[in-house]
């Protein structure tokens, strides 16, 4: 430990009297420091213990020695050492009366003890605790080495825990608490996502401090609590956090340094397998999209458990960048860059958690995802979506430009329709890229209705150019023929349905009728051309 003032008063070769600050002797002492100057407060960083013989001093005069003993004490000098037989026989009364005041710990200095005897004994003892420090931190890197070795990130946690005399938690990419040591520290750790969160914001390394994460059960229980970024992109990937009763020690922080080193390695060792795994992705999706769902099980063996013969689903997400939102082509969708690999990772730790595998490719701007139906992976994607779409909370990447997302899920389906499942999704894609959706399950679709899908420009302007001679027509006052052709359609051509709605006979509605194919020089008997005409009706109604 730092030497205080109590270990040089009971060294015995310095020979020290306490005169005065007797209570306060077990302040640490960082530095001996010699100063005769009137006021050497300037030169203080505090913490020290000043040596001084008064020589440019009125030691005996109370109102100066009142004034030079409370500066000290205020600028956090821990200590005045007082050599005696120099310039005065003894300590003046003055100066221990000021001391007692101010309750500074002075120490009286004989004549045989040099100042230098008092600095070499304060260096050696710092240089002791430095030295008990270090080689404590490397027995607690040996340590937190092997059962990293031996026992996983479980393990790493527990021994840290264990050396800060505090608790260690292991957050994943989202947020999310992986594991904690001890147990009890789960529900403490869990209140810091959003501070996890916020870490990720900034580039790696990134570390920050927080307050106590405090159980309103036991406030007691306060914690200073440290966040440590995981990795060594641009983007951290997992966090560490230590929460300990009072700031780490040297030895406490050689540990908590050594913990996110070795954890650092095991997420860079597992980003190398893990784009080890993702061109066997890649090799699997294209043999199911290919039609070879047997080729596919064959290269896949047992890395995916049951997820190719259970139903599933197949996302397919495309960035939208915000270039391109200002211009209406998509959603806008909060603030964040990499939208993809956000919702890569927030499902990915949803499958993680509740066990189930995953399959994502990234494609360029797209990323394409195979998860089983009705589980947790499918569920965060449409959660994460349906967060950004309507504006609560969701995890931000970090930087970058503000990009959207646009989702489409196919419908549940298995290893030999995979290809119509791809196409499913991709469906779904354009159509939510249509509407402004962040996303759109493909299902939905067949269940809605094929009208919303006609609010589409190229929709619009057919539509206009179909009956722009109509409307000219009518327009001349000389008859009602685009009113008139929507209620014979709506009537599906009977006649005097038609004409009790539109209160004409049923002979005046056939005439206009001949004049509508006369214009458009198309027959109303061609089932084609109702269709389209129809169509035309439904996209132009609003206007």
């Known amino acids: 430990m730092r030497p205080t003032l109590a270990s040089l008063v009971h060294h015995s070769a310095l020979k020290l009297t306490v005169r005065a600050g007797e209570d306060r002797l077990d302040t640490p002492v960082r530095w001996a420091h010699v100063s005769e100057l009137a006021d050497p407060v300037p030169y203080m960083e505090g913490g020290e213990l000043l040596l001084i013989t008064a020589l440019k001093l009125d030691a005996e005069d109370p109102a100066v020695m009142h004034r030079y003993v409370k500066r000290l004490a205020d600028a956090g000098v821990v200590g005045l050492g007082f050599a005696v037989g120099v310039n005065y026989d003894e300590i003046p009364g003055a100066l221990v009366d000021a001391a007692r005041k101010e309750g500074l710990p002075l120490l009286e200095v004989p004549r045989r003890t040099p100042f230098l005897a008092i600095s070499k004994a304060v260096s050696a003892a710092i240089a002791a605790d430095q030295y008990r420090a270090v080689t404590a931190g490397f027995a607690a890197q040996r340590e937190l080495t092997r059962r990293a070795l031996t026992d996983g990130p479980e ?3 527990a021994a840290l825990a264990s050396q800060v005399d505090g608790w260690a938690a292991l957050y994943d990419a989202s947020g999310a608490v992986v594991a ?12 810091l996502t959003a501070d996890v969160r916020r870490l ?3 580039p790696a390394p990134a570390s920050a401090v927080v307050g106590g994460a405090e159980d309103p059960e036991h406030p007691e229980n306060a914690d200073r609590v440290e966040l440590h970024s995981l990795g060594t992109s641009r983007r951290p990937r997992s966090a560490l956090a230590v929460g300990t009763a009072a700031a780490l020690g040297t030895a406490e922080r050689y540990a908590v340094h050594s913990a996110v080193a070795l954890l650092t390695l095991t997420t860079e060792r597992s980003r190398s397998l893990y784009e080890a795994g993702l061109r066997i992705d890649e090799a699997v999706l294209r043999m199911l999209l290919a039609g070879e769902p047997d080729h596919a099980r064959t290269v896949a063996g047992d890395l995916y458990g049951g997820l190719l013969d259970a139903p599933f689903r197949i996302i397919v997400a495309e960035s939208v960048p915000s270039a391109a939102r200002a211009h209406g082509r998509g959603p806008a969708t909060g603030t964040g860059g990499d939208r993809l690999g956000a919702l890569a990772e927030v499902v990915e730790s949803a499958a993680a958690r509740a066990g189930e595998a995953v399959l994502a490719v990234p494609e360029g701007e797209r990323l394409v995802m195979l998860a089983t139906d009705g589980g947790a992976a499918v569920a ?6 349906s967060a950004l779409e309507t504006g609560r909370p969701a995890p931000d990447p970090a930087g970058g430009d503000e990009d959207g997302l646009t989702v489409g899920l196919s ?9 119509a499942a791809y196409k499913q999704a991709e469906q779904a894609l354009s159509v939510a890229r249509r509407r ?5 399950e493909h299902e939905h679709l067949a269940a809605g209705s094929v009208l919303p899908l006609l609010a589409d420009d190229a929709v619009r302007a ?18 009602d023929l685009v009113a008139s052709l929507r209620a014979w359609l709506s009537r599906h051509g009977q006649w005097d349905a038609a004409a009790a709605d539109l209160g004409v006979h049923r002979h005046t509605l056939r005439y206009r009728m001949r004049r509508v194919e006369e214009i458009l020089g198309r027959s109303l008997d061609d089932p084609d051309v109702r269709m389209e005409l129809w169509l035309a009706l439904k996209a132009t109604s609003a206007d």
């Open 155 to 157: 393990g790493l946690l």
């Open 180 to 191: 904690t040591a001890p147990e009890w520290a789960g529900r403490r750790a869990g209140r």
């Open 200 to 202: 990720r914001e900034r």
């Open 380 to 385: 965060a994607c449409v959660e994460y979506a």
């Open 411 to 419: 419908a549940p389906s298995g290893p030999i329709a995979a290809s």
């Open 436 to 440: 402004g959706r962040v996303c759109v």
């Open 462 to 479: 057919f539509a206009d150019g179909l009956l722009r001679a109509l409307r000219d027509h009518d327009a001349t006052g000389r008859g």
